[in-house]
């Protein structure tokens, strides 16, 4: 039986990101199992803790995006998949400018690395408050990026969530 570990309020790491639970072997198989195997039926296991959460949220939802070619790879975006299963609709900003993983970059790199976003073509980023939304945060890196582009774009406020703290 897989034992997922949930964080509690004072084991948050960053002040704006929210994370429900701590990234541990069965998480890391988890995840292996989801976003690499394609095994998209377990977008289902976290949907009622992930629709607890997000559904009293007074924000536009923002999925952190794939890049195209690895969304060709992968066949489906997780993101949207894990939110689809909890019933919260969510609006699409931001494009990822590089097919290049986080995951790939040493801790250093993924700091010191250039944006890794752009709007959306037809994006409209009002002086509302927006929620990103995400898988897991290790460094912070992906998240500061889409938010400081948001906020550059109009948005009144930007937080995050996500499934794992790294």
């Known amino acids: 039986m897989l034992k997922f570990e949930a964080l509690t309020l004072e084991q948050q790491k960053y002040k704006d990101i929210t994370a429900l639970y ?5 998480m890391k198989d988890f995840l292996h199992r989801y976003k690499f ?3 998209v ?3 289902e296991v976290f949907r009622e803790q992930i629709h607890q959460y997000l559904k009293e949220q007074q924000a536009i939802i923002v999925p952190i995006p794939m890049h195209p070619e690895k969304l060709k790879e992968r066949t489906f975006a997780h993101i949207d998949e894990l939110l689809n299963a909890a019933n919260i609709p969510y609006t699409h900003l931001l494009e990822k400018k590089s097919s290049i993983t986080q995951s790939s970059k040493s801790k250093i790199e993924r700091e010191q690395s250039e944006q890794l976003f752009k709007l959306k073509a037809n994006a409209k980023v009002e002086a ?3 929620l990103l939304i995400d898988d897991i945060v290790t460094t912070g890196t992906t ?3 889409a938010k400081s582009l948001l906020l550059e774009a109009g948005a009144k406020k930007v937080s995050s969530f996500t499934l794992i703290q790294g």
């Not at 701590?22 to 069965?26: A, I, L, S």
């Open 37 to 39: 195997l394609k095994d």
């Open 41 to 43: 039926v377990l977008a």
């Open 128 to 130: 509302t408050h927006y």
């Open 22 to 26: 701590h990234y541990n072997e069965p």
């Open 143 to 145: 998240l500061k990026h």
